[in-house]
């Protein structure tokens, strides 16, 4: 009888359920150490400068674009083949989205289809976000030059693509983004807690990973974020 694949499958060892009842049993079920040691593990890995450890790749999605100040008015132009988050973390900014064609065989984003979408937009353009679908990564500098020459900047939805390499520069280096995020959701590279996902969130300047930290807990955490409103994003350990 034919089997249906299954949609993920885990590698969970006795060290992985090791770790998770070394944290259960150590007094920390909200944003403790191992955060800010998978912060900066992580970071450290793709030669970040900054990482913000975050409940989902859709969060730390929603939470770079607020950093960088996209709000109503603004337009985010989003590749055509995504998963939803791409786009709704615009729209929760209450930016519209520009939707931009892509590559018939790769399915990323081009320079070229960039170009196009820019050149469609009747208003301000705030932020591209190319996704590197299934891992393979964009053409990250190419995709630069046009975000510089219309006055963009560039958010990697990195959510496929840990431990992805192109030139090499790897995903989530920031090297020619604002930021880079990934999803830690069971079906990605690596997984990881809270609500079935788990996110991170890389950035390249320090200002804006001070921003998306006060606003991870809901938009509690001191200057900056007051009167914006922000879900609850934070990480559980
Ligand atoms: C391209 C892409 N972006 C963003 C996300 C959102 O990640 P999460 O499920 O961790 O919110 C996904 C998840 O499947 C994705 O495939």
Excluded: N, W
């Excluded at 989530?172 to 604002?178: D, I, K, Q, T, W």
């Amino acid at each position: 009888m034919a089997q249906a694949l299954p949609y993920g499958r885990h590698l969970i060892e006795a060290d992985d359920v090791a770790a998770v009842v070394e944290v259960l049993t150590g007094g920390h079920l909200a944003q403790g150490p191992k955060t800010a040691q998978f912060e900066a593990a992580a970071a450290a890995r793709v030669g970040a400068a900054h990482g913000v450890a975050c409940s989902s790749g859709s969060a730390a999605l929603y939470l770079a674009l607020r950093a960088l100040d996209v709000g109503p008015g603004d337009i985010c132009i989003v590749p055509a083949i995504t998963f939803l988050s791409t786009a709704t973390a615009a729209r929760m900014c209450g930016a519209d989205v520009l939707f931009a064609d892509v590559d018939p065989i790769t399915g990323l984003l081009t320079s070229e289809t960039l170009a196009e979408a820019a050149a469609r937009a009747t208003g301000p353009v705030k932020a591209a976000l190319p996704v590197h679908l299934g891992g393979r990564m964009c053409a990250m500098p190419a995709l630069a030059e046009v975000a510089q020459a219309h006055g963009f900047v560039l958010v990697e939805d990195a959510a496929h693509a840990l431990g992805s390499v192109r030139d090499r520069k790897a995903a989530g280096g920031c090297a020619h983004s604002a930021a880079a995020c990934f999803s830690f959701h069971p079906v990605k590279t690596i997984a990881c807690g809270e609500g079935g996902g788990g996110g991170r969130l890389f950035l390249r300047l320090g200002q804006e990973s001070r921003r998306s930290r006060r606003a991870r807990p809901a938009g509690s955490a001191g200057p900056g974020v007051q009167g914006l409103i922000f879900p609850r994003y934070r990480v559980a350990i």
